[in-house]
DNA sequence: AAGCTTTGACCTATA
DNA sequence: TTATAGGTCAAAGCT
């Protein structure tokens, strides 16, 4: 196992493509939990503070790939692996005979900053300095080859610009086209009263979702869902995105020293709603639009 | 009518 | 100190 490279985990046929949202690497984030737990990182005045949670000592996505996923750390702290391609988690073990009650918890760990990239993108565009820096040494570049004609992970409009089913709901506060890609950025925050947190969707003109940012954490529990999609073509929508993995970054220097994945937590909180009502629950805004037009 | 997206302007951090 | 880039605001329009 622990000689698990990217390129067998592509081929693992546990890993599937089509797969949920990166709401796993929300629900896989790590770095707030041995901090104590819940970290919607805040200043002083109650604002969350983005900026200066770049953490240079410790950042898990200086390293390889390959290297965080045969972490020790990772393996034994879990029963879980990210998978490289959707930056989903298989949850061996987990197949919904555990504890399914995602609603038991207060709200979703998700504060750290995750970053899931879309496949595509890496073999189309080098990303360039800085932190695209660490982004590539975090893909191997064989690899990208094994999504060469990959098409099918074109992802609709309405997912990029909306919310990207994770569950939450997402608004749009802003777009930009930022330099250090190519591709415009698209700003969201979470619409839940009091929630400060936001995600960062950045999108290729085909639609296409390359690279998806958290920021801040939900202090809130993921909206409970009901619907259900009548439309297969709205979930097949819904699956193209296809984060190739995902990587976590704690942004408090308080958390650097040690990384944490305690995914067995998040197992229990969050994996009945990812897997179990995930494919129910809609965008809501979506849904809502969707029903109106069918009316 | 509410809630959303769009988009230009503005603010702030960084080099 | 200044220029630039990234992030956010907020008005307007749309669904």
Known sequence: MSSTSFTDLLASPGVDCYEEDEDFGVS?????????GFYPERTGSGLPKFKTAQPPPLPISH????????????????????????????FQGFNGTSNNHSS?????????????????????????????QKKQDLIPHENNQSFGSDRQLKVPSYMVSRNSNDGYGWRKYGQKQVK????PRSYFKCTYPNCVSKKIVES??????????YKGGHNHPKPEFTKRPSSSSLANARRVFNPSFVVTEPHDQSENSSISFDYSDLEQKSFKSEYGEVDEEEDQPEMKRLKREGE
């Open 28 to 36: 896989g984030s790590v770095s707030l939990f041995q901090g104590g």
């Open 63 to 90: 390293y390889a790939l390959s290297d965080f996923i045969d972490s020790p750390l990772l393996l034994s702290s879990s029963h879980t692996l990210i998978s490289p391609t959707t930056g989903a988690f298989p």
């Open 104 to 132: 038991d918890f207060p709200w979703q760990p998700s504060s750290a900053l995750i970053e899931t990239y879309g496949v595509q993108d890496h073999q189309k565009k080098p990303y360039g300095v800085q932190d695209h």
């Open 180 to 183: 250090k890609s190519e591709n």
């Open 204 to 213: 290729a003109s085909d639609g296409q979702i390359t690279e998806i940012i």
